[in-house]
């Protein structure tokens, strides 16, 4: 049939989606890419794509994208995928000819081993390279540039960290719920008017995990974590301190997506300004920032403190924070869990874990971690200066714990409870 090749121009967009329709191209083609990655690919710079039409339709179309000498195939289609032996000749006898004036010397094409598309490729002269495996992984697109990042002290957390969480169920059930799964899903939430979080504070003794929990949410959602220090911010002076705070939301306000971390928060907003290490420029230019953030989409404000009560009621108000969540110390489900953890970590021992559980009734998953390491360094020296090879046992698990002074006291307790009664909102 009379078939003509010609580079692709915006007005094709209409009846490339309708020919990627009918070669079952929507909404994933067979070279695993959605629709707008292949769009991406053909308005960028470094991309190369031609349509072949055939009595004034679209029979065919392809896209490559260049890096130097060496260029892919992003996605070939034509109209009768079937039938289209001489279409797709056509398309990549032109594309290789246009490649080939641009100094790329070699051709890449991925497909599928049983796709009409790799029997093409094959009768074009491409060879099959057994011994190379592709291998790919998605980016999340709330990643950011990695400039403006490294100069906020930001990073990404590791992205088992969330699932590694456990011993602390509870307060992690509700974090899911009510602050991750919103995030991650924002259709699902838009379609039952579900307005996804834009700021939280979470609250409890210290030790308990919160900064854990904070790192956890930028796990989970493939965020970058940034963690702000308003006691720490350099310069001279509490005028300059603000200026560097402004500078420091700017900087976040421009990536992508942010979990927003604020440790010791009471720092900046306890009821008597006594109590606030920061200066109240600092506090007033914080307050003026939190709006900002919370337009910003892919961006979650996080701030924690130790002492919920002492912070001041309009800082708290749902219009600043959506949730203030209790993450309290660890019960005694949670403690075996937590102690589980650290003993497969640690020993190959068997290990009484009622008896660990009961010994460490008041203490957080800090003291828990403690306590482990050093029944871990007890073992170490035993070995070193006894030549006992061993790994650590119960018993040293016991005297780790004997040695070690817990974070919690009756008196923490109560208050935390009589905090959550009060405070919590969710």
Request: aromatic share 6%; charged share 25%; hydrophobic share 40%.
């Amino acid at each position: 049939m009379p078939m003509t090749v010609r580079p692709y121009r915006a007005e094709d967009l209409g009846r490339i989606l309708q020919l990627w329709e009918r070669a079952g191209c929507i909404p994933n083609g067979p070279d695993g890419l959605a629709v707008d990655q292949v769009l991406d690919v053909m308005t960028s710079e470094r991309g190369l794509t031609l349509v072949a039409e055939s009595e004034g339709e679209t029979v065919g179309m392809v896209t490559t994208v260049v890096a130097g000498a060496v260029a892919w195939i992003v996605r070939l289609a034509v109209a009768q995928p079937a039938e289209g032996g001489e279409v797709a000749q056509g398309l990549l006898e032109q594309v290789e000819a246009r490649l080939g004036g641009l100094g790329v010397r070699r051709l890449v094409a991925m497909v599928q081993d049983d796709h009409p598309d790799r029997k093409t490729f094959l009768e074009r002269g491409f060879q099959e390279v057994p011994a190379i495996r592709h291998l790919e992984r998605d980016i999340p697109a709330t990643v950011g540039a990695p400039g403006n990042l490294a100069r906020l002290g930001g990073r990404m957390i590791h992205p088992d960290l969330w699932r590694e969480l456990r011993g602390m169920e509870e307060p992690k059930a509700i974090i899911e719920r009510r602050v991750i799964l919103p995030l991650a899903e924002p259709a699902l939430a838009t379609r039952h008017a579900v307005s996804p979080p834009m700021a939280i504070v979470l609250f409890g003794p210290p030790g308990t995990g919160k900064t854990t929990f904070a790192k956890g949410i930028a796990s989970r959602l493939g965020w970058p974590f940034v963690e702000i220090e308003p006691g720490e911010l350099a310069g001279e002076g509490p005028d300059r301190q603000a200026k560097l705070l402004a500078e420091t939301f700017e900087l976040i306000i421009d990536l992508p997506a942010a979990v927003v971390f604020v440790d010791e928060v009471e720092d900046l907003a306890s009821i008597r300004h006594e109590e606030r290490r920061a200066s109240p420029s600092v506090t007033n230019e914080f307050l003026k920032q939190i709006p900002r953030l919370r337009e910003a989409s892919h961006h979650l404000l996080v701030c924690a403190t130790n002492w919920v009560g002492r912070l001041d009621p309009a800082f708290l108000r749902p219009g600043r924070f959506d949730y203030v969540l209790p993450v309290g110390p660890p019960d005694e489900d949670a403690r075996r869990a937590i102690w589980r953890r650290y003993a497969e970590e640690i020993t190959d021992q068997e290990v009484d874990l009622d008896r660990l559980v009961a010994a460490s009734a008041m203490f957080t998953p800090a003291d828990i971690e403690f306590a482990a390491r050093k029944a871990a360094q007890k073992a170490f020296e035993r070995e070193h200066f006894e030549g006992r090879g061993h790994r650590a046992t119960t018993s040293e698990f016991l005297t780790a714990i004997s040695e070690t002074k817990p974070t919690l006291s009756q008196d923490i307790l109560a208050s935390f409870s009589s905090d959550t009664e009060r405070f919590a909102r969710y």
